[in-house]
């Protein structure tokens, strides 16, 4: 399904990098919230959850750059921002709005990330 | 109708100046948590002074912005600048704030939460006043009532300066929230769950606190005091408030059970052992009266005994004004000398 010797940017490709997000925050909310029931010691440290955050958001982050550099590297060849309505104006902006969409969910795994960086127990 | 500007100015300007102080009066007193007497609250204040800052100066930023573009006249790469600006005024300055603020903001929290090593204080929101036991013990984890035992009191929490007071909040009706505002919080107080505040507070003194989570007719009027003291204060008032009522002979108290006040008050020392209304042992040596919305006196007792609902819409009291004017006030005569 290739045209204009590129790779084609569908719905799919868009939600990706904000899917890769929300699996990332679930993943971690999931693990600390499992790990801490049922809140008896609250001092307990997680550590291995903070691995296993840390993990993922290794895995996560490079992932959504790959989103993210797969439509750049279409997008940035375009020469029109055309808004015709073509098979092409479409995949211009499917291209644009993934790389949009890939750099916000690069911010929000991060952010996601931060407490497990700076909280080391069940508080 | 639109004044000229000769009169309008100096209008305005009193306006301004109005506003302004108003606002920096508000920035003191004992409901202020700008005005910070906790380690919660100084965070929170700290927080709140960064973040105004830091949304001031992007409102002037964002005002010259408007302005210049306003004024300003298109060159050749207007397009280009365009982009440019929404790419680091739009995206990457925000995310580096929003960075910013959620690593200053989570890097706090540690600290907020260091485990108590102080007393356990347990509290309990009822509508509309604070139940207080000092001195009780806590246990790990998810508990659903509060635990028995403990110094009784109510509406006025001591507190000792320095240490870190566990608070362990419920309610036997509705949710409230407890909020000493000069020192920590809000909590909520649910019922069938017991939830936890630690607070520590910094300096001495008397802090206002208020019910806030809205709970009924009287909620505005759900008030506490915080009375912050050196710890062997501390001690020392909570040795006293285990102590029987001053005074369990008399008058006093004969027309109190013989009224039927016993059925709902306690007052340790008399056989009056109600659990319904707020422990009465040591009424009188409380600075304020029903949930510190007035000042603690014989005349405010009587006061409310012949008329509760009237100072205190929904409060569960009945008015006991059918009692002799004379039986009223040997009440809360000897209520007052109950310190």
């Given at each position: 399904m290739h045209f204009f010797g590129r790779t084609p940017d569908t719905i799919w490709t868009l939600i990706a990098a904000p899917a890769i997000w929300a699996g990332h925050f679930l993943a971690s909310y999931v693990a600390a919230a499992y790990v801490c029931a049922?809140?008896?010691?609250?001092?307990?440290?997680?550590g291995g959850v903070r691995v296993f955050i840390g993990g993922a958001t290794v895995i996560s982050l490079v992932l959504i750059a790959l989103f993210f550099y797969r439509a750049w590297r279409d997008w940035r060849r375009r020469t029109t921002g055309g808004d015709r309505g073509t098979r092409q104006d479409q995949e211009g902006f499917l291209e644009f709005a993934t790389m949009l969409l890939a750099s916000l969910s690069f911010l929000g795994v991060l952010l996601d990330a931060t407490p497990a960086l700076l909280i080391a127990d069940c508080r | 109708m639109i004044l000229p500007p000769k009169v309008l100015l100096p209008r305005l300007r009193v306006v301004a100046a109005l506003l302004v102080s108003a606002m920096a009066a508000a920035?003191?007193?004992?409901?202020?948590?700008?005005?910070?007497?906790g380690l919660e609250a100084d965070r929170v204040a700290i927080l709140f002074w960064v973040m105004l800052a830091g949304a001031v100066a992007i409102w002037i930023f964002v005002i010259v912005l408007c302005r210049s573009v306003v004024v300003r006249v298109p060159g050749e790469n207007a397009e280009r600048q365009a982009r440019r600006l929404i790419l680091w005024g739009g995206a990457v300055f925000p995310g580096v704030v929003v960075t910013v603020l959620v690593v200053f903001g989570v890097g706090m929290m540690p600290d907020l939460r260091r485990p108590a090593d102080g007393p356990t204080i347990a509290v309990s929101g009822e509508r509309f006043w604070w139940r207080i036991a000092y001195d009780v013990e806590g246990g790990p984890g998810v508990v659903r009532n509060l635990p028995a035992g403990g110094v009784s009191s109510a509406n006025e929490i001591w507190l000792p300066v320095g240490r870190r007071t566990e608070i362990l909040l419920s309610s036997p009706d509705v949710i409230h929230s407890f909020w000493i505002p000069a020192i920590a919080g809000k909590m909520d107080a649910i019922p069938g769950r017991v939830t936890r505040l630690v607070v520590e507070p910094t300096r001495t003194g008397v802090f206002a606190g208020a019910?806030?989570?809205?709970?009924?007719?009287?909620h505005a009027q759900m008030r506490l005091r915080a009375v912050v003291v050196p710890e062997e204060e501390y001690a020392a008032h909570v040795a006293a408030q285990a102590e029987?009522?001053?005074?369990?002979?008399?008058k006093g108290p004969e027309l109190f059970l013989r009224s039927g006040c016993g059925a709902c008050h306690t007052v340790r020392g008399?056989?009056?052992?109600?659990?319904?209304?707020?422990?009465?042992?040591?009424?009188?040596?409380?600075?304020?009266?029903a949930a510190a919305i007035l000042p603690m006196s014989v005349e405010t007792l009587a006061d409310f005994i012949r008329s509760p609902a009237h100072l205190?819409?929904?409060?569960e009291m009945p008015a006991f004004?059918?009692?002799p004017e004379e039986e009223i006030e040997i009440i809360a005569e000897w209520l007052g000398s109950l310190e």
């Open positions: 049922p809140n008896a010691d609250i001092f307990r440290g997680i | 920035c003191s007193g004992e409901y202020s948590t700008l005005d910070p007497a019910c806030a989570e809205y709970c009924g007719d009287t029987p009522a001053a005074v369990t002979e008399g008399t056989p009056a052992d109600g659990r319904v209304g707020p422990d009465l042992t040591h009424v009188g040596g409380r600075s304020t009266l205190k819409p929904g409060v004004g059918m009692l």
